[in-house]
C-alpha cells in the first residue's frame, strides 16, 4: 500500500473549517483514500474514503486532486469535539485484503 | 445498528500468562481484523478471518494467534505474555474483505 504524508499537528478555532492535507505521492490507480480519526484512547472512527472523485458525507468533505497524488479532508464547521488524531490511509479495496496502515496522522487540536 | 463489541474493554495480566480477547462484529459482517496500538509503534495489523480462515496475517510473533466462528465472532489470544505486550488491542469488522473497515472500542491490556 502507498505510504502517505501528513502534519504533525494543526489547530483550528470552533466554528471555523479545518482542512487537513494527506500526501500520497506513491497512489496507485486502484487505491482509495480512507481517513479515519481516534479521540483519545478510543477505536478509529471511519470519516470518509474515495478513489478520485470528490466525496462529501455528514461529517465531512474530502478533496482529492486530480493526479491522486494529494488530497484534502474539510471539517466544515469544527466543533471542540473535533480535537483527535486524524489519519489518511491508502488502501486497495481488495476483495482479498482489508488490511489498514496506519501513519502518525495529524494530532488535529480545536480551541475556543 | 449495534457497533463492533469487544470485551473485555481493561484487562491486567502478569507476564507469562495467556490473555483470550473477544470481538463481535457489525452484524451482517464477515471480516474481522485485529490491530495492536502502542504509543512506540502506533497501530498496527496483527491478522483478519474471512470465513473462519486467517486471510492476512501482520509481522508478529506466533505467541499472537486468533481464530473466527461461524457467526463471525472472534477472539484472539496472546500466550506468554510478556511486558511490551501491553497495549490496546483493537477490532475492525467489515462487510466483506477488501471493504470499510469499523472500529470497536478496543481492549486495554497492561501486563505487569
Known amino acids: 500500500d502507498a505510504k502517505t504524508t501528513q502534519p504533525t499537528s494543526m489547530d483550528c478555532a470552533e466554528g471555523r473549517a479545518a482542512n487537513l492535507p494527506c500526501n500520497h505521492s506513491t497512489i496507485s490507480g486502484n487505491e482509495y483514500v480512507y481517513w479515519y480519526r481516534q479521540i483519545h484512547s478510543q477505536g478509529p472512527q471511519y470519516i470518509i474514503h474515495?478513489?478520485?472523485n470528490n466525496e462529501t458525507n455528514e461529517m465531512a468533505s474530502l478533496i482529492i486532486t486530480e493526479d491522486r497524488k494529494s488530497s484534502t479532508l474539510i471539517l466544515p464547521h469544527a466543533t471542540l469535539r473535533d480535537t483527535a488524531v486524524y489519519y489518511c490511509i491508502v488502501s486497495r479495496r481488495s476483495g482479498t485484503a482489508s488490511k489498514l496502515t496506519f501513519g502518525t496522522g495529524t494530532r488535529l487540536q480545536v480551541t475556543l | 445498528k449495534a457497533g463492533v463489541t469487544q470485551t473485555p474493554r481493561y484487562l491486567i495480566k502478569t507476564r507469562g500468562q495467556q490473555v483470550t480477547l473477544s470481538c463481535s462484529p457489525i452484524s451482517g459482517h464477515r471480516s474481522v481484523s485485529w490491530y495492536q496500538q502502542t504509543p512506540g509503534q502506533g497501530l498496527q495489523f496483527l491478522f483478519e478471518y474471512f470465513s473462519e480462515t486467517q486471510r492476512n496475517k501482520g509481522n508478529f510473533p506466533g505467541r499472537f494467534s486468533g481464530r473466527q466462528f461461524s457467526n463471525s465472532r472472534s477472539e484472539m489470544n496472546v500466550s506468554t505474555l510478556e511486558l511490551g505486550d501491553s497495549a490496546l488491542y483493537l477490532c475492525?469488522?467489515?462487510?466483506?474483505?477488501?471493504?470499510?473497515?469499523?472500529f470497536g472500542p478496543g481492549t486495554r491490556l497492561t501486563v505487569l
Open positions: 475492525a469488522s467489515s462487510l466483506d474483505l477488501g471493504d470499510t473497515q469499523y
Open positions: 474515495g478513489l478520485k
